[in-house]
């Protein structure tokens, strides 16, 4: 805009400059026709070139002017003058904007000139209609105005053309970064444009960087696990082998430390997978294998699965499930061997307390998977539900168990930001409610 404004305005002083010019050169052109008589009266020996000088109020129009004198004008001044200003010198010529007739607005230039053989100073004027220029500013502003917005646009859509298909690359890194965080992908495409794909590249070679720090801290906790477990099994096994008050002792507190470890082992190992971004397990088949498994242990019992759609199928018709009946694949952002630990706590434990049936379900939720396992055992009091997630608490002791399994789930879903809920189920009977982070599928 601003170029088109100077623009604009250089080609306005360069027409006004031809212009100035031009009437420079038409009033030469008058004082070289111009000549006085003995009276001293100004008289032209011969007409200006242009015939708009003898058209009335045509814009063009001529004048000699001399103190207390009638001025000499061209015809096409009519019955009008212009007033010669004697007050303002000019003994060079002087240029100004002056009034015309019917109000035109007149360039005018004037020179004070004195003819051979005459001392009279005589003011030549020309003048001519502005009219004209302007007409020529105009069409040229038009033109500018238009040019320059055509242009704005085109370079506006060339710039909005460029940054699409220059970020289109970059949407398409995001979008691959998306389906690794959500698991669907190991590592970024590798074809990328040149000027991105060293970008990916790197982005991969941190990918299994990463991957390999894990796999180290994964066989380090393994190799601490069995330094620790080796020991306290032989601790475990001295004790059995001398009875008495010490090897009780030694028994209990070798069992709590056996305990602990596995505890504290189990959550660094989920810490680290947790970090793996492409871990992804699908739900439906831990659910199956669990209820098959489950079915075998407890025969009494029905465990159903129920689908999204509402249709189910039960355990003791196992092993032929009807895998993905009315379901729609649901993954769960992490490690298999975690799913299966947490969802096996619950199923179990609800297994221990039902009565006759254990319903399991999955759906779905925003970035969340949601599993709910059901019994129709006794239920919980309200009031000490939050003390079967401390560790090795136990609200029937006539019940087998460590009271470690809801304690655990606790901590491995809190591990993976998820969250385990425990709600009344109608008419009696528990519903456990396990939200974890959904993968993409």
């Known amino acids: 805009m601003f170029g088109g404004y100077l623009l604009s305005l250089t080609f306005k002083e360069t027409v006004e400059n031809n212009f100035d010019e031009r009437l420079n050169g038409l009033l030469e052109n008058l004082i070289g026709i111009s000549d006085s008589n003995a009276e001293g009266q100004v008289s032209l020996y011969r007409a200006m070139a242009d015939s708009r000088f003898e058209q009335p109020y045509s814009g063009w129009y001529w004048q000699v002017s001399a103190r207390e004198e009638e001025p000499f004008r061209s015809r096409s001044l009519w019955d009008q003058s212009l007033e010669p200003e004697f007050e303002k010198s000019a003994q060079q010529s002087r240029y100004a904007i002056v009034t015309g007739p019917e109000e035109q607005n007149l360039r005018m230039v004037a020179r004070d000139i004195t003819l051979p053989g005459d001392k009279t100073i005589f003011r030549f004027i020309v003048a001519i209609d502005r009219s004209e220029i302007e007409g020529q500013l105009d069409r040229f502003n038009n033109i500018l105005i238009y040019s320059l917005s055509a242009l704005g646009i085109g370079l506006i859509a060339a710039s909005l053309l460029q940054v699409f298909l220059g970020l289109k690359p970059l949407g398409n890194i995001r979008r691959s970064l998306s389906r690794i965080r959500t698991g669907e992908d190991a590592h970024l495409p590798t074809n990328f444009p040149t000027e991105i794909q060293p970008l990916a590249d790197e982005m991969n070679a941190l990918l299994d960087h990463n991957n390999q720090i894990v796999d180290r801290s994964r066989t380090q906790v393994g190799n601490l696990a069995h330094a620790l477990k080796t020991p306290l099994a032989v601790l475990l096994n001295e004790a059995k082998l001398h009875p008495g008050s010490l090897s009780d002792v030694v028994t209990k507190q070798a ?22 971004i492409t871990s992804r397990t699908e739900v439906w088949s831990v659910l199956n294998d669990i209820c098959r498994v489950m079915g075998k242990i407890h025969k009494d019992k029905n465990f159903i699965i129920l689908s999204e759609s509402g249709s189910y199928a039960e355990s003791h018709l196992y092993p032929d499930f009807q895998e993905n009946d009315g379901r729609s694949d649901i993954f769960f952002r992490g490690e298999r061997q975690d799913l299966e630990e947490m969802v096996g706590n619950l199923i179990e434990n609800a297994a221990k ?85 959904a993968a993409g599928g």
């Not at 709590?256 to 947790?274: E, F, N």
Request: aromatic letters at 4%; a negative charge; one cysteine or more.
């Open 353 to 437: 307390w039902s009565h006759s049936k254990v319903t399991v379900s999955c759906q779905r939720e925003g970035d969340n998977i949601m599993i709910q396992v059901v019994d129709d055992g006794p239920g919980i009091e309200t009031h000490v539900r939050d003390a079967v997630f401390i560790r090795g608490e136990r609200l029937d002791e006539n019940t087998p168990g460590t009271g470690l399994g809801l304690s655990i789930v606790k901590d491995l879903s809190g591990l993976y930001g998820g969250e385990i809920t425990l709600l009344d189920n109608e008419p009696h009977g528990l519903l456990a409610r396990l939200s974890l982070p």
């Open 255 to 276: 069992e709590m430390m056996h305990r602990q470890v596995d505890h504290y082992l189990r959550r660094a190992r989920v810490a680290a997978s947790t970090e793996i």
